[in-house]
């Protein structure tokens, strides 16, 4: 089976509303590789471009709580490449930390990162990308999406709702899940959870969007809730002032961004 | 009165035992809720305000109590690092990690911590530290390079030496240790390695023991029993009499213990003491009877006529040493400790009823047996004693000798003693304060052995914390509405009346936080102000981003811990510490924060440094984050930043140890006071023994004080006698100065079984005295004569006096055999105890009452007698 697989969190979203009819009927169903693509297509490549505002509440296995905000840059590229700027505004302290992201499926990112209180450019050393986002239950690759060609991908079930996908990882050393089963809504494709699953059988985390809106035409998961099974916790995340289609230039995703952030992409959109 | 009751409890017997059957049976049928609790933590009272502290940093920091699982490979050139070593540490740190109890996301070993490093100039890396186990020596050399790098876990995950690593397992309840250990030690008796594992760790060390604990329970206790029996056969020569001390001794045990358990008190270190206690105080009042009716029966007497005078004669001393003992042991509800207040108070409840079986019961069992066994065991006693030499048995004449030899000497005696409470004056003044659960196990006990060997490698397995909270945090709420004011009333005045909304958003942001998550209401109240901001009209939005900013740096003042002066303070702090040697090491959010720094930077020794604002620390922090390890950050900082946490490891679990640390911290306070609006306190395991050690002794010093004064007050008022009275405490103060003084002189420590020890010693020392005073004045009112008075007093009671020591000292031998420390140092302290207040009152009494007879008998008495 040579699918492909969507990805539990859903940062980038839109959906490419352009790229699927919106029914899909029992009959023609398609095939598990498609709606994989589909779904991946949906939740990290809706619209050429986007723009978001992530406000995430962390709250620990202990019950404490953290917040984060901070605003996401989106770009299309050829071949599934995609840039990202992420700038954060909050906490206070670390307002102007920035993580600038080369998504190259198939092989490895390109990552940067520009901290302000300590004026330093770094990049980060492609690696395990399931580390935690910022403290968060996010890991990095929920954030741009895990390629789809990481795993093998089986339809499992088709319920009036839903496409249950199970992927497995081709190299299941690289990851600490020994499969995970996504839930796909038939008619936007979206994934709409996600439950990874260990060695003993037993689910350990959960990725739920909690909230679906159409904006400029693409549906769009605006509630995120990334779970820790396991040990309890979780993050919720709410995406708002969402755009898509903005035209932004690629310029703004260069190492330059990282010291000097584009305030007008940044700026949320008049009401 | 004594003969009363004597004939009262002969003449009922049958009611006797059913009576004594029927408590028996209902409290022993109490015995099987038992529940053995060995936390030392429990030795302070739940609302203790450390214990409470300490609980509260453990909730706080998210710390667990952890099993210490230790790696040594001390013949590899490369110790623990290299290929094999490693790859047996990566599995048994996967294996672990799947045992049931284990808290998997907490669990520190090389193969679950990350490496952050500058890979590259310009480029950082989070990764595994081990993702998978070496195959090459060249791997696993470039894991030590990593980890040698890392100051949090150098010395503590891997040793210094290079040749132990170390796994630290949390666990979900200690209650589990014994079996997850176990399980641990099933993984690693299959693993392919031919490296030395020692698994240790408090919890471990509280279960094991309360696991043998148990087994000396059903081991010690009775094998005591068996040779107090048998001496007493000896001594008696009558089976059938023999048995009812032990009867009654049992009788007692079970009643005490059944009535522990079943009023709800769980079975702690200290009450399974409780029967090796109750086992001698309640057959040496048996002994008492029995001695004196072996003594006074005569072929063909009547055996109740006997007993009834023998209770008689008996009863006064017998009530009264009971009651000393007691109000010995009663005295330990005194100390602040709950599990040697139980102690001490079922003790004394078991006395108690051991001397109403033994006024009771006794006779009843004596007058039940055919005459024929009394007559039996009568002959048998005389033959065996006239088989010494001529009229006099072996034990008469020793006495007799005793007596004379201590009133014709008594001058020199008397000077003797003085010198031994010079010379125990010195010793005890020599005595240091010192436990340590660790050394509760006898030297050779594999926990010990773990201890040893993982201490001498590590920077120490013992932990203790030091918190600072900034404590201002209350007024943050007043402050923000301070600073609101204006901007609401600049608002009111050009005509926008948002009050309204400020304080309905206000209250919505508090509610779901208590008052003391001012942190998370802020954050509340940012997103909301935000929303408002956005959602308002469009005129309106600036007065809402100025509220909102002003929250916003409320909450980022609010944050102490993101100071690069605070956590200098504490980087100070710890330096200080360590260069002195008085911590192994130490670890808080500074190490973590220059380790980050440093290899975000440059990877160079030099930036190792924390950075020089708060946004600096803050972003390295948020660095660390992007980790797999997020969350171990709360174990050094709270989310809201007001309490950092210093973990310490100390090599030595001793009380003494962690003392000098509290008193080095003291003193660097002394020297660098805390920043203004910032408290400390003490929490860890190790601090809580060294707490509980402190309110042991100072009340074990209240107990003892009180109940010398009490039992002085006893002897005074039996004797009806002043003199008498304190010629009575004498011997026992002369025997518990010898003893103390001893335990200095040879350097044992005052622990915790020691000071229990004390108030026991109080007790049962005076007993002696008491059956020897209260003989000798009978015989002295009798004749007239003090001296033929005190050669009465050294036949038979001095007899029943000797046959007691002899019978409980050796009784107890079989406590030395015992694999826990504090069962050997009770059994040797209370062989001890009888044997020298056995000594001391058969000399010393005599040859005071020699040097000054005037005084205890009156001139009248010492006249007669000197012309005699």
Redesign the interface.
């Known amino acids: 089976m040579k699918n492909r697989v969507l990805r539990t969190l859903v940062i980038g979203l839109g959906l490419a509303a352009t790229a699927f009819a919106p029914a899909a009927s029992a009959q023609d169903r398609p095939s598990t590789m498609e709606i994989v693509k589909r779904a991946n297509q949906a939740s990290f490549y809706a619209g050429d471009d986007g723009r978001t505002e992530a406000r995430m509440r962390i709250v620990g296995s202990s019950g404490r709580e953290q917040v984060r905000q901070f605003t996401m840059l989106r770009r299309d590229g050829d071949q599934g490449r995609q840039q990202y700027l992420v700038v954060f505004s909050r906490p206070a302290d670390v307002r102007g930390t920035v993580f600038l992201v080369e998504k190259n499926p198939g092989a490895d990112d390109n990552r940067w990162l520009y901290l302000p209180g300590l004026d330093l450019v770094r990049r980060i050393a492609p690696g395990d990308k399931r580390t935690s986002f910022v403290g968060s239950h996010v890991y990095y690759e929920d954030v741009s999406g895990r390629d789809i060609q990481a795993d093998e991908h089986e339809l499992i079930e088709t319920t009036d709702e839903h496409y249950v996908v199970r992927s497995t990882p081709k190299d299941p050393d690289s990851v600490e899940f020994a499969y995970f089963d996504t839930r796909i809504d038939r008619d936007t494709f979206l994934p709409m959870e996600s439950e990874y699953v260990n060695a003993d059988g037993k689910i350990y985390r959960r990725m739920k969007i909690e909230e679906v809106k159409e904006i400029d035409g693409y549906p769009t998961g605006v509630r995120m809730r990334m779970e820790d099974v396991a040990n309890g916790g979780h993050t919720l995340v709410q995406f708002r002032y969402n755009a898509y289609d903005l035209g932004i230039p690629e310029s703004v995703f260069s190492e330059r961004s990282l010291r000097n952030p584009p305030r007008e992409w940044l700026q949320r959109p008049e009401r | 009165m004594g003969r009363l009751i004597a004939r009262f409890s002969m003449r009922h017997r049958w009611w006797v035992f059913g009576v004594t059957l029927a408590i028996v049976v209902a409290t022993g049928l109490l015995i099987p809720r038992l529940t053995i609790d060995t936390d030392p933590e429990n030795m302070l009272p739940a609302d203790q305000p450390d214990r409470v502290e300490h609980n509260r940093i453990q ?1 706080r920091f ?1 710390l667990h109590d952890m099993i210490v699982v230790g790696v040594v490979n001390e013949q590899h050139p490369e110790g623990i690092f290299n290929p094999q070593s490693l790859s047996a540490l990566y599995q048994l740190s996967e294996s672990i990690e ?1 045992i049931e109890g284990v ?3 907490d669990m520190l070993s090389l193969a679950t911590i ?1 490496n952050v490093e500058q ?2 100039p ?7 530290m081990m ?2 186990p070496p195959s090459t020596q060249a791997e696993a050399d470039s894991i030590r390079r990593a980890i040698q790098d890392l100051p949090m876990f150098y010395g503590t995950l891997v040793a210094e030496t290079d040749q132990a690593a170390g796994i630290f397992v949390p666990i979900e309840s200690k209650d589990e240790s014994h079996r997850i250990a176990t399980e641990i030690q099933g993984i690693i008796d299959e693993l392919d390695s031919n490296d030395d594992f020692h698994i240790t760790g408090q919890p471990v060390a509280q279960d094991t023991f309360g696991v043998e604990m148990f087994q000396q329970m059903a081991i010690s206790a009775p094998l005591a029993g068996l040779l107090i029996f048998l001496l007493m056969l000896y001594f008696f020569r009558s089976l059938p009499l023999v048995v009812a001390p032990m009867l009654l001794a049992m009788a007692t045990v079970i009643t005490a213990m059944g009535l522990l358990i079943g009023m709800g008190y769980t079975v702690h270190i200290m009450s399974s003491m409780i029967p090796i206690f109750l086992m001698p105080i309640a057959v040496v009042d048996s002994i008492h009877v029995l001695s004196s009716f072996a003594d006074r029966c005569r072929a063909g007497d009547d055996k109740q006529l006997v007993m009834a005078e023998v209770i008689q004669s008996l009863y006064k001393p017998l009530i009264f040493t009971s009651l000393t003992t007691s109000v010995g042991f009663a005295s330990l509800m005194l100390t602040p400790i709950p599990p040697v207040q139980i102690f001490g108070a079922f003790v004394a409840i078991g006395v108690l009823f051991a001397i109403v079986l033994s006024l009771t019961f006794l006779p009843a069992f004596v007058a039940a047996l055919p005459q024929k066994t009394v007559d039996g065991m009568v002959s048998r006693v005389r033959t065996h004693e006239e088989s010494g030499k001529g009229a006099d048995c072996r034990l008469c004449r020793f006495m007799s000798a005793t007596g004379r030899f201590a009133t014709r000497h008594a001058t020199p005696l008397l000077v003797t003693f003085a010198g031994l409470v010079v010379v125990a004056v010195y010793g005890i003044n020599q005595i240091y304060i010192n436990d340590n659960p660790t050394r509760w196990f006898k030297e050779d006990h594999r926990i010990r052995v773990a201890d040893r060997v993982l201490n001498e490698h590590f920077a120490g397995t013992y932990e203790a914390y030091i918190v600072l909270e900034q404590t201002r945090v209350g007024d943050l709420m007043a402050t923000l509405n301070e600073r609101a004011e204006p901007v609401l009333d600049q608002a009111a005045e050009d005509g926008h009346a948002i009050r309204k909304d400020w304080s309905r958003i206000l209250e919505q942001s508090r509610s779901g936080n208590t008052e003391n998550e001012v ?2 209401t802020l ?1 509340e109240l ?2 909301a102000l935000e929303d408002q901001s ?1 959602n308002a009209p ?1 005129d309106q939005a600036q007065y809402w981003d100025e509220l909102l900013s002003i929250t ?2 409320i ?2 003042e609010a ?1 102490y811990f ?1 100071k690069p002066e605070a956590l200098r303070y504490m980087d100070n702090m710890q330096t200080w510490l360590e260069e002195r040697d008085h911590v192994g090491k130490s670890s808080s959010l500074a190490d973590l924060v220059q380790t980050i ?1 440093r290899e ?2 440059s990877g160079e020794p030099q930036d190792y440094r924390i ?1 020089d ?8 922090i ?2 660390y ?7 171990d ?2 174990h050094f900082v ?2 809201d930043y007001e309490e950092a946490s210093i973990w310490l490891q100390l090599p030595s679990g001793d009380n003494r140890a962690m003392q000098s640390v509290v008193d080095a911290v003291e003193q660097y306070k002394d020297n660098h006071p805390l920043p203004e609006g910032v408290d400390m306190t003490w929490g860890g395991s190790t601090y809580i023994n060294l707490v509980w050690q402190g309110e042991m002794v100072e009340g074990m010093r209240a107990a003892l004080l009180s109940a010398s004064v009490f039992v002085l007050a006893m002897m005074i008022l039996l004797f009806r006698s002043f003199v008498f009275g304190v010629l009575a405490v004498l011997p026992l103060t002369l025997t518990i100065a010898l003893i103390y003084g001893v335990m200095g002189l040879i350097g044992k420590p005052y622990d915790m079984p020691v000071a229990v020890l004390s108030s026991l010693s109080l007790g049962l020392s005076v007993d002696f005295a008491i059956h020897f005073i209260q003989r000798l004045r009978a015989e002295a009112a009798e004749t007239g004569n003090w001296r033929q008075a005190i050669d009465a007093v050294f036949e038979e009671p001095a007899r029943a006096i000797t046959r007691n020591a002899i019978v409980i000292s050796l009784g107890f031998l079989p406590l030395l055999a015992a694999p826990l420390v504090p069962y050997i140092t009770v059994g040797i302290f209370l062989a001890s105890i009888m044997a020298l207040s056995a000594v001391v009152t058969l000399l010393m009494l005599p040859a005071i009452l020699r040097a000054i007879p005037s005084l205890f008998f009156g001139r009248e008495i010492a006249r007669a007698t000197r012309q005699e």
Do not use: Y
Not at chain 2, 122 to 128: A, E, L, Q, R
Not at chain 2, 613 to 620: E, H, I, K, L, N
């Open positions: 909730e998210d799947d808290i998997e996301q990350d890979v590259s310009g480029t950082i890396s989070f990764d595994w993702s998978e942190g998370a954050d940012m997103f956005f469009r916003e740096r909450r980022s944050q993101q720094n975000l930077v950075p604002r708060p946004s600096g620390v803050a972003q390295t948020l660095s984050q992007s980790s797999h390890r997020p969350e950050l709360w709270s989310e």
